[in-house]
């Protein structure tokens, strides 16, 4: 197959690690017999250094041109204090609005490996980690209105927390297809004890719900639900939820996995086209050390792979890959534990490449 993907080599250690997930791919070519067409669209702090925007409308045409995106991460120190309507950030949430990625799918996987790394207790990690956060991601507070204004003699600031029906029913049916292709089990997470849009997105749920009688639902308040999942991860398949607690809990998911230099994830819309990234920033106080772990950013290639240009088998062989080398005793810093031997970023993904 042919295919062309978008690039988006970042910030930070950004690039590091896209060069060895790239490395990694130019394998899977190989050994498949694909052609991968690499299209580099800038974006971020660099973007706004080279052309005074966080996204440059070239690179979102070719993101819309490409089979799928790949991007590590954007943002730093240096970009920090300048105007906030072209911060890096605004670069991303633009891109995923452009795209029209609604969905953001993020799995919290204990790999067996790497067990001793989880802050959580044996106990609880004996019952395994193993399930799907599927989050909202272009509506809610971070879309809606923000403002600061003057409220009785002080200043005062609020954000709009708002969801249309079609922003709720769209997300929630890829929360049950996921569920469909998982164990069956839903949670959907909300605060209808308090709030209008988490009573309109139970009322959607349920709905819904009757559309997929095989799967089960359950329905949690996030607070409790922030509780759960560091008391119990195995009792999780699948979560959906809105953008905010979304983007709280699945950072939280992650955290207890032990590195969040391991985790990737997708966005995805409409059709097959996604934007697929590790989930950590830019690590701006380890760049260019060769000292990040690019197993995140390879894991997001794999990803893109499966979801987006329907290669399952090539997934697979990269996933296996990074299991056998972590298999094999190397470890980056981020990771490292007592008897294993420490590597740089390169090596890793040479290793992992080696083992594809
Ligand atoms: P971060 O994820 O960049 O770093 C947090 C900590 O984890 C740091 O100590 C870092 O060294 C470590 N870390 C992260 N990724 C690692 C890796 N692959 N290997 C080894 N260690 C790793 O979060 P931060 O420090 O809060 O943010 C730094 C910058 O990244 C900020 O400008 C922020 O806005 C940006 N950011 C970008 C994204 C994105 O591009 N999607 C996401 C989060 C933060």
Known sequence: MEKTIAIIRGDGIGPEIMAQALAVLDVVANKFGHTFRYEEAPMGGNAIDAFGVP????????????????????????????????????????????????????????????????????????????FMVVRELIGGAYFGEHKTYQRNGEEAASDVMAYSQHEIER???????????????LCSVDKANVLDSSKLWRKIVNRIAEEYPEVEVRHMYVDNCSMQIVRDPSQFDVIVTENLFGDILSDEASQITGSIGMIPSSALGEGTRGLYEPIHGSAPDIAGQDLAN????ILAAAMMLRYSLGMPAEADAIETAVNKTLESGLRTGDIMEPGKTKVGCAAMGQAIAAAV
């Open 55 to 130: 996204l440059p409308e070239s690179s979102l045409k070719t993101c819309l041109a490409s089979d799928s995106a790949l991007l590590s991460a954007i943002g730093g120190p240096k970009w920090d204090t300048i105007d906030p309507a072209i911060r890096p950030e605004k670069g991303l949430l633009a891109l995923r609005a452009g795209m029209g990625l609604y969905a953001n799918l993020r799995p919290s996987k204990l790999i067996p490996q790497l067990k001793e790394a989880s802050p959580l207790r044996a106990d609880i990690v004996e019952r395994g980690i193993d």
């Open 294 to 297: 690019p197993i995140g950013m």
């Open 171 to 185: 997300i929630v049916r890829v929360g049950f297809d996921t569920a469909m292709k998982r164990s069956k089990r």
